[in-house]
């Protein structure tokens, strides 16, 4: 039997794309750079399972391009960049990565928080450049003990930043869109969207991105925020107004921010932003441990054998909608 037609875009480890090429015949794209359109076009035409990623947009105009197509899978949790109704309406299940890359990004989130508040990059860089002349005159942050930690979009990767935050002796607080039990256990209150804004002295942001994510950050915003408060991202670049950040830091209305998501990805270097001393910026790390993205990676290529197999995937986003769909199509 003929081996179906897949297609990857990314770099998968040796040993997975391996496991993957014993049951499909591959074409790689595993550049950084985003793959040209004309070259994605001619690879869809046979494609039976696509490995997409963020810089692709997933919508109709690419689905049309690809008639035999069967299953998507993407090695991430969020999937902004995918048209779910559009996936749907053809009968193409698409598989995303939960869960996975919980504990990384959590450690990444709580490690952005404690180095903005200890000052950690100014240090090392305080040392690099010559100026550590005396132990009397270093760069000086503020105490995390006691503090409040206000969490938007308290989930699995929320739930385990505010672990972290309680060994330090941290108060948290969050906000979802409804209250959540799982997060009561945890000794988390919770409290309005602007109450949050108000009380907390670190917020951090993990919501996904959706049109009313989207902005969810801007003026007046950082406008009820505390002068000492420090902002921290690491859920997706556009839920935050960049400009009214950048304004917000300058004229210290808010501390400081750590931002592991920009708005664009990657952040152009000319923004103002990039001239400011109270802000850290990391290049959206957040998962990115070889623990971690193997196992994304593994999961990715699950989702797309059993896609192929016509078996359900281990993780599929949309796998409601299908059965919706299935059964409207039965009673017809």
């Not at 689905?63 to 996936?87: F, K, T």
């Not at 902005?215 to 925020?225: D, I, Q, S, V």
């Not at 990391?282 to 059993?306: C, F, Q, W, Y």
Request: charged residues 25%; hydrophobic residues 40%.
């Amino acid at each position: 039997m003929e081996k179906p037609n897949v297609v990857v875009i990314g770099k998968l480890p040796e040993l997975v794309l391996a496991r993957l090429e014993q049951k499909a015949k591959l074409k790689v794209w595993d550049r950084p750079e985003r793959i040209p359109q004309d070259m994605l076009t001619q690879w869809l035409k046979d494609v039976e399972g696509f490995i997409s990623r963020g810089d692709i947009q997933v919508n109709d105009q690419l689905l049309l391009q690809a008639p035999h197509l069967r299953v998507i899978a993407q090695s991430s949790v969020g999937y902004d960049n995918v048209d779910m109704e559009a996936c749907t309406k053809r009968s193409i299940p698409f598989g995303n990565t939960p869960e996975v890359l919980n504990n990384a990004t959590a450690d990444l989130t709580f490690g952005l928080l404690l180095s903005a508040a200890r000052r950690i990059p100014e240090g090392s860089q305080f040392v690099k450049s010559g100026k550590w002349k005396s132990p009397f005159d270093v760069p000086m942050g503020v105490d995390l003990f006691e503090k409040t930690l206000g969490i938007v979009g308290m989930g699995n990767i929320g739930r385990g930043v505010a672990k972290r935050a309680q060994a330090s002796g941290m108060n948290v607080i969050y906000h979802n869109r409804r209250e959540n039990n799982e997060n009561d256990k945890l000794n988390a209150t919770y409290v309005s969207f602007e109450q949050l804004l108000e009380k907390s002295d670190f917020i951090v942001v993990l919501v996904p991105l959706t049109s009313h994510t989207r902005g969810l950050f801007g003026k007046e915003e950082f406008t009820k925020m505390k002068s000492s408060a420090y902002f921290i991202n690491a859920s997706r670049g556009p839920v935050v107004n960049t400009n009214a950040l950048y304004e917000a830091l300058k004229e210290e209305q808010i501390a400081y921010a750590s931002l592991d998501v920009t708005d664009p990805e990657p952040i152009n270097m000319d923004h103002p932003i990039m001239s400011l001393d109270n802000v850290l910026i990391t290049p959206h790390i957040g998962s990115a441990t070889i623990e971690t993205r193997t196992k994304m990676a593994n999961l990715t290529v699950d989702n797309i054998l059993a896609g192929l197999e016509n078996k359900p995937l281990p993780t599929c986003v949309n796998e409601k909608e299908l059965n919706g769909l299935q059964t409207q199509t039965r009673r017809i």
